[in-house]
């Protein structure tokens, strides 16, 4: 039987799961439709114009949607999460009101004047407003991250009366993880956005429609994604390095990593036996772990076991280690992901140089299907993220078991989990729907119902 913990973890998995399908697309692509406007501001050429109203579509209806999904997050920490918001609110409401108040009323309110702007401002202005709209939307990210980094690594506070207490707000801007995960998550982002772009242009290409059109977005796109992917692997290893030093138990998960290593192997592949903590098979390969880890052949890792004993010593008896198998696959699902869609970047990048993409129907054929690719990494990241930092939900301050709501029933939790999953389900066809409806749809020639003709017929 599942207890009131569970089904909220359960309920606020799915629901954050589903939201982060919506979020990096919006942060890359925001910023992609306003490169877009700003170089035909730049050069006064009406593709670039078509190409931000096509691509501003798509933006408009994953923004909207992507809206939707996030606003009952927050109200979960008062349903389900009671005693964390009592034990963390003095900290974590911060940022997520200024996110609200700041960053989210700014994109939103600029993205309502790019809207409706077409024929009341200016070319340079109205470029402006989209850049406005990308920064907003960075921000709301940035905003975010700096709570979640409060879980992972809790700085600026002291505990004062069995709550944690704000003592240093600069300290939470400060923090070391923000600054290694949110260039991962807006470099994802502009993965996300670039494979988006990619792909639909792929599917165009193949079928011979606005060819001219779909050439000139491809040729921006693998740029992007180049630029993208690249920059998240080397964040990503950043990210990864920084783990090593504050989170080394979700180091040690995510590569079953059993007994302290100096110099540590990295797992290729591993069967083991997670309640007895052994290997039953295991492939690794020589000193590389200690290589990513410390950038140099040598340096220790510490193991799943050595650091359970560690963890007992400082904070009394306890599980200390994540799901070790989910943790694991989350991570290579994630890195294989990115290493992928590098390498078709990056091949994509060649044959256009070599003008040769066009021409290579297997590629193109490819390319829709590589579009689910960054939501894969996505995902898994963002499971990681979370499942290696457990038992904790504030990482060495507050278990899991410790913050759900006292006066939540399982049955209370259950209804809105059924309720939620089911409502958002219906969300993500719904976006599914829209999204492949618009895509497929030639270029000026279909608008957005109950919106302004963006086809630019108005004027400028």
């Known amino acids: 039987m599942m207890d009131a913990l569970l089904l909220?973890?359960?309920?606020?998995?799915?629901?954050?799961?589903?939201?982060?399908?919506?979020?990096?697309?919006?942060?890359?692509?925001?910023?992609?439709?306003?490169?877009?406007?700003?170089?035909?501001?730049?050069?006064?050429?009406?593709?670039?114009?078509?190409?931000?109203?096509?691509?501003?579509?798509?933006?408009?209806?994953?923004?909207?949607?992507?809206?939707?999904?996030?606003?009952?997050?927050?109200?979960?920490?008062?349903?389900?999460?009671?005693?964390?918001?009592?034990?963390?609110?003095?900290?974590?409401?911060?940022?997520?009101?200024?996110?609200?108040?700041?960053?989210?009323?700014?994109?939103?309110?600029?993205?309502?004047?790019?809207?409706?702007?077409?024929?009341?401002?200016?070319?340079?202005?109205?470029?402006?407003?989209?850049?406005?709209?990308?920064?907003?939307?960075?921000?709301?990210?940035?905003?975010?991250?700096?709570?979640?980094?409060?879980?992972?690594?809790?700085?600026?506070?002291?505990?004062?009366?069995g709550r944690a207490e704000m003592t240093d707000f600069f300290a939470l801007l400060a923090n070391p993880h923000v600054w290694v995960q949110f260039p991962h998550v807006l470099f994802s982002g502009i993965t996300t956005a670039a494979f988006f772009v990619l792909g639909i242009s792929a599917w165009h290409l193949l079928r011979k429609s606005n060819v001219d059109f779909f050439r000139r977005s491809f040729q921006i796109g693998i740029i992007y994604g180049v630029i993208g992917s690249v920059l998240v692997i080397l964040v990503g290893h950043s990210q990864a390095q920084h783990m090593v030093q504050t989170q080394p138990m979700k180091m040690a998960a995510a590569e079953a990593l059993w007994e302290n290593a100096d110099p540590a192997s990295m797992s290729l592949f591993t069967f083991g036996n997670e309640p007895e903590r052994r290997d039953v098979f295991a492939i690794r390969i020589p000193r590389l772990l200690s290589l990513l880890a410390y950038n140099r052949l040598d340096g220790e890792v510490k193991g799943i076991k050595n650091l359970e004993a560690e963890y007992e010593a400082k904070y009394g008896p306890g599980n200390y280690a994540p799901p070790i198998a989910l943790s694991?696959?989350?991570?290579?699902?994630?890195?294989?992901?990115?290493?992928?869609?590098?390498?078709?970047?990056?091949?994509?990048?060649?044959?256009?140089?070599?003008?040769?993409f066009e021409g290579r129907a297997w590629y193109l054929r490819l390319m829709p299907y590589a579009l689910f690719l960054p939501y894969l990494a996505n995902t898994t990241g963002w499971l990681l993220t979370e499942l290696g930092r457990q038992p904790w939900i504030v990482f060495g301050l507050m278990k899991t078991d410790q913050a759900v709501s006292p006066t939540v029933t399982a049955g209370m939790v259950l209804t809105s989990l059924?309720?939620?999953?089911?409502?958002?389900?219906a969300l993500m066809v719904a976006d599914v729907y829209l999204l492949a409806k618009y895509a497929r749809s030639e270029p000026g020639k279909e608008d957005l119902i109950g919106l302004p003709d963006l086809s630019g017929q108005g004027g400028e």
């Open 328 to 356: 694991y696959w989350n991570f290579r699902l994630m890195v294989g992901s990115g290493f992928l869609m590098a390498f078709l970047a990056l091949l994509g990048l060649y044959l256009v140089l070599k003008n040769q």
């Open 418 to 425: 059924v309720t939620f999953t089911l409502l958002y389900g």
């Open 8 to 161: 909220a973890r359960l309920q606020f998995a799915i629901t954050t799961v589903y939201h982060f399908f919506f979020v990096p697309l919006t942060l890359g692509l925001s910023i992609l439709v306003a490169i877009m406007e700003s170089a035909y501001v730049r050069y006064g050429n009406d593709l670039y114009k078509r190409l931000t109203q096509f691509w501003g579509k798509l933006f408009l209806i994953n923004f909207a949607l992507g809206v939707v999904t996030g606003i009952v997050q927050e109200f979960q920490f008062g349903m389900n999460w009671s005693e964390y918001s009592r034990f963390v609110g003095d900290i974590f409401g911060a940022p997520l009101a200024i996110e609200a108040l700041l960053a989210f009323f700014l994109e939103s309110t600029f993205l309502g004047i790019w809207i409706f702007g077409w024929d009341k401002l200016s070319k340079g202005a109205h470029a402006a407003v989209m850049w406005a709209v990308a920064i907003g939307s960075s921000l709301s990210a940035l905003w975010i991250l700096i709570a979640n980094s409060f879980m992972q690594e809790p700085v600026g506070y002291v505990l004062r009366n």
